[in-house]
């Protein structure tokens, strides 16, 4: 499903005086592309994926899934938390998991919310857990994993819903260069594969080599990026 945010602005109020974080953003990721966004700290990174996400909305412009307007006033929190649930798969920079849950368990539960946990969706959670090189730990613990499976377990999670769009907000910062390079790997693998539109936030430059485009964000706008050099 293409990914497309036009005219992004994104005010908020900071002691009285109003700051521009995006101002007259633009982005189209489209099906199995896989676009990484790199920018300084504070620039407004995780801002963007928020919007992407239907976590927050913009103060204005739109952000289209499937040629719906999901930010527009006219569309409820309700509508687009179902969309959220069906469409997108998030993963942070930090994993996120239960404690108290299997790794099977973690990727089961998101069927369960849905009120689907059958036999299908138990064997999808499996199946994951072996796309991301996890299928014998998936009766772990998360304090028995390292960070980078529990990074890995989190993306398992994200695409459990079968998502169109899958988000990740720096998902390899609390990783070693080769383990985040494996989860960045996982996360191209899977937008090929599944051809989710698939949006990387990350400032390891050393990261970038499995993705299509890598756009930069600076002064509330994004520039294309020349891949060569980064
Ligand atoms: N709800 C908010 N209220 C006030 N300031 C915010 C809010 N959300 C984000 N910001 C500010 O917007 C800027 C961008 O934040 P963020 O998107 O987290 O940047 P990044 O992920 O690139 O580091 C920061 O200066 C942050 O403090
Ligand atoms: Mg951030």
Redesign the pocket.
Known sequence: MKLELSNIT?D???GGET?H?LSGLDLVVEPGEVVAIT????????????LAGLL?RPTSGSVILDGVDLASPSTSERDRTATRRREIGLVFQSSNLFPSLTAAEQLELVAHIDGRLDRDARARALELLELVGMGERANQRPGKLSGGERQRVALARALMNQPSIVLA??PTASLDAPRGREIMALLAESARVQGTSTLI?THAPDQLSNVDRVVH?SGGQLVDRDLVGV
Do not use: P, Q
Not at 40 to 50: F, P
């Open positions: 994104v908020v109020t900071d700051r974080i920018g300084d700290s504070g620039s407004g990174k995780s801002t963007l994926v928020a927050r907000d720096e936030v964000l």
